[in-house]
DNA sequence: TTAATCCCTAGTCATTTACTAAGAAATCAT
DNA sequence: ATGATTTCTTAGTAAATGACTAGGGATTAA
């Protein structure tokens, strides 16, 4: 039941932006060595939130990455679920359609329970938006402390 | 962000102690069949849940396993956690003293998501016992459906 | 005594994760 | 125009994890 690097660094990198938003393009290389990232490896992840249109790209030099919208209209909930897929504890509540995995599972009492499991974490990940981390940082760190997030992996 | 088999099938197998609770040692091997789990593979996840107290078993011939406590004195939370570890979406949120794995995690405003996240998570399966499950089971099915849960993994 | 059962450990195969590497395409500055 | 800088894309890889299988010892009812 973890999230992997990819949401992680992911949502670092978005933070990052967001905290320069208004500011022209962002170099992918700068977000990197702020954030204790891979540069090859944050490439990976930019692309899906570009094609999510979370963020969108300036080209060549002096090129970069800005937020796509306002840091107010993209929720933490959308970062992850570009990179981690839906945030759910099992495949069964998210699939449907085509091939549905279980012939019972109308009426399968673990079923239930997974959706609210689901329905639990995504609430709480699409209410926070952006503004709200920035909102957060700005009000809760002491003078002294500098750092927004934690260097950890 | 999913489960592993560990804690859907140990669910499983929790859930059909339930369904026969009260009625002495139920034996690994009908588990398996009745829930499509490999007895090899059941066998090293009922081991740490006897450890944690939730089933009791009695070795030799018309041996088995039987609930340790009521239903209802058994949280999926329980079940899940024992299985499958801290239900938390990063280590960082559950690791404490020694090796903190950051510095600067007091003021990190990512971990104050995956803290919500971690509650939200808690929160819904704390509150989930087996007998609520087998309620759920005995409310919701139409008469005709006889299986309480789903044959997928 | 035998069959059934719990109990424990080691091994294995496939998948996923977390990258590294490399090069093409675009664009700005000179 | 050229070179430096940057985005964009794909391929490869080493380590970890997941999901088991296999086998044998210990215990007990019949």
Redesign the pocket.
């Known amino acids: 039941m973890?999230l992997?690097?990819?949401g992680r660094?992911g949502l670092k990198a978005m933070f990052d932006l967001a905290m320069n938003y208004g500011e022209g393009?962002?170099?992918?290389?700068?977000?990197a060595e702020r954030q204790y990232?891979?540069?090859?490896?944050l490439?990976?992840l930019?692309?899906p939130l570009?094609?999510a249109n979370l963020?969108?790209?300036?080209?060549?030099?002096?090129?970069?990455?800005m937020l796509a919208k306002p840091p107010s209209e993209i929720t933490v909930g959308a970062i992850l679920t570009t990179l981690?897929g839906p945030l759910a504890p099992t495949d069964c509540v998210v699939e449907y359609g085509e091939d549905e995995l279980c012939d019972h599972s109308r009426y399968c009492v673990t079923k239930v329970i997974y959706e609210k499991i689901y329905e639990s974490i995504t609430s709480v990940v699409n209410s926070i938006t952006l503004q709200h981390m920035l909102d957060d940082y700005e009000s809760n760190r002491p003078a002294d402390v500098v750092d927004a997030i934690c260097v950890c992996?």
Request: proline content about 3%.
């Open positions: 973890k992997s690097t990819r660094y393009p962002i170099s992918l290389t700068s977000i990232i891979s540069v090859n490896y490439e990976q930019i692309s570009r094609k963020v969108k790209s300036v080209r060549g030099a002096q090129g970069g990455y981690e992996k």
